[in-house]
């Protein structure tokens, strides 16, 4: 790494506790939209929201390259601006088109009143059965018990007559209350990977007062906020490393990519996947290799020999001698070239001088730190973008308990 760059990392040690909370979900719990799905990868809206208000003006074209459950898009969306994104996973990439793009066109529906009559028929006891036939969720739910007997065939009830009875773009928002409602009614928790409950953990919660409570604040949000959302949010492709200059070269991009030896993206939301027939058991293993390289069971025999800057290369060497898992060395050069054909591919999207936010936090694995937003930083310098800032988020912990920190890398196209 140059000393300039270097030095930028020194001079940015000390924690404000304003920026404490930018990088975390959290906060976006109680605002309208954010909320109808609680990504714990997720960051917040306010991040968002000052990136974007610090550019202002004419001309300005955003992209996510990570777009999760679409904070960029929904607060550019606030803004007025449209947001371009790429996102992964079939059905972040839905939910995120749902927050904006139906939102917005449901705040000119004059039947949105039909959620709140959904909500009422549930509450009242109302209840639909599977229509017969197979179906992934009941598939895998026969083998593997995520749901109390009796509620995947009720799930499928519910989206079956909301496919057959309500239009867009009501449908979408009634079908992102039944899936939203899913994990919390089922056998598993989110804590960070989804897991089975422990007998610690809450019981499942009833799935239609779930889904009840879910149209009803959608149906307050939308009256509430979309009617002040002013742009759109377009998936210019869905695996970053794929991405092709588009008409407007982007001036800006806003994201947070997965953390390295991060969540499992795919794993974690199969059930939402499954119930809306996205993707079947199968096809896991492919979207995983579709993903960034992130998590040591994302490692693939299929994947070519990574091109490498030295500085991660040194890092690589380092675990090759000490790591008690090929996978590890071999997950830090994939990871690191997977980011570099992203920096790439953005970079030959965006114009010149185009500013880039990222939010990212370091590793470690076998006693060796993995400086993550360095290296980063290096990858893309080596790509055409330039550091400008970092300023440090937080402080984490590694499994280990050796501190580490969440950043927030200010770089500039070249
Ligand atoms: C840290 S999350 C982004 C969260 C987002 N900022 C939010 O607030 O919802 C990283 C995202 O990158 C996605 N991802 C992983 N590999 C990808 C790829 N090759 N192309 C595009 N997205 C990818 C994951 O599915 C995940 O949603």
């Known amino acids: 790494m140059v000393a300039t760059q270097a030095a930028l990392f020194e001079m940015q040690k000390l924690i404000e506790p304003s920026t404490a909370r930018l990088g975390v979900?959290?906060?976006?719990?109680?605002?309208?939209?954010?909320?109808?799905?609680?990504?714990?990868?997720?960051?917040?809206?306010d991040l968002v929201?000052?990136?974007?208000?610090?550019?202002?003006?004419?001309?300005?074209?955003?992209?996510?390259?990570?777009?999760?459950?679409?904070?960029?898009?929904?607060?550019?969306?606030?803004?007025?601006?449209?947001?371009?994104?790429?996102?992964?996973?079939?059905?972040?990439?839905?939910?995120?088109?749902?927050?904006?793009?139906?939102?917005?066109?449901?705040?000119?529906?004059?039947?949105?009143?039909?959620?709140?009559?959904l909500a009422a028929v549930l509450d009242a006891g109302g209840k639909f059965g599977a229509p017969p036939g197979d179906h992934p969720l009941l598939d895998v739910d026969a083998h593997r018990h995520f749901f109390p007997r009796g509620v995947a065939s009720r799930i499928l009830g519910l989206l079956a007559w909301i496919d057959a009875n309500l239009t867009a773009p009501l449908d979408d928002l009634?079908?992102?209350?039944?899936?939203?409602?899913?994990?919390?009614?089922?056998?598993?928790?989110?804590?960070?990977?989804?897991?089975?409950?422990?007998?610690?953990?809450?019981?499942?919660?009833?799935l239609e007062s779930t889904v009840a409570s879910q149209l009803r604040m959608i149906q307050a949000d939308v009256i509430e906020a979309a009617p002040k959302l002013g742009g759109c949010a377009v998936?210019?492709?869905?695996?970053?490393?794929?991405?092709?200059?588009?008409?407007?070269?982007?001036?800006?991009?806003?994201?947070?990519p997965p953390y390295l030896n991060g969540t499992n993206y795919c794993r974690n939301t199969k059930?939402?996947?499954?119930?809306?027939?996205?993707?079947?058991?199968?096809?896991?293993?492919?979207?995983?290799?579709?993903?960034?390289?992130?998590?040591?069971?994302?490692?693939?025999?299929?994947r070519a020999a990574p091109t490498l800057t030295d500085d991660v290369e040194q890092v690589a060497q380092q675990l090759d001698s000490v790591a008690y898992d090929r996978r590890i060395p071999a997950l830090v050069r994939l990871y690191f070239s997977d980011m570099q054909v992203v920096f790439e591919r953005v970079r030959s999207a965006s114009a010149l001088g185009a500013a880039w936010l990222l939010d990212i936090g370091d590793s470690r694995f076998a006693g060796v730190s993995v400086p993550t937003p360095e290296l980063l930083v290096s990858v893309a310098s080596s790509v055409g973008w330039r550091l400008e800032t970092t300023r440090t988020l937080r402080e984490r912990k590694s499994y280990d308990g050796t501190p580490l920190t969440q950043v927030l890398l200010s770089l500039r196209a070249a």
């Not at 079908?175 to 089922?186: G, N």
């Not at 499954?274 to 025999?301: D, H, M, P, Y």
């Open 25 to 45: 979900f959290d906060d976006n719990r109680s605002k309208a939209i954010h909320r109808w799905y609680p990504f714990i990868e997720g960051y917040s809206a």
């Open 49 to 117: 929201e000052a990136a974007l208000i610090d550019v202002g003006g004419k001309d300005v074209h955003v992209l996510d390259p990570f777009g999760g459950s679409g904070t960029t898009a929904l607060t550019a969306s606030a803004l007025g601006f449209d947001c371009s994104f790429c996102e992964v996973n079939p059905y972040l990439a839905w939910v995120a088109e749902v927050k904006v793009n139906v939102a917005r066109a449901a705040a000119e529906s004059p039947d949105l009143g039909l959620l709140g009559d």
């Open 174 to 206: 009634a079908r992102l209350a039944v899936t939203t409602s899913l994990i919390p009614a089922s056998n598993m928790v989110r804590r960070t990977d989804l897991r089975k409950r422990h007998t610690g953990d809450a019981p499942p919660a009833h």
């Open 271 to 302: 059930l939402e996947l499954f119930s809306l027939g996205l993707l079947e058991e199968a096809e896991l293993a492919e979207l995983r290799v579709r993903s960034i390289t992130a998590g040591i069971n994302n490692v693939s025999k299929r």
């Open 235 to 256: 998936r210019v492709a869905a695996d970053a490393r794929t991405l092709t200059p588009q008409p407007h070269p982007f001036t800006t991009i806003v994201t947070s």
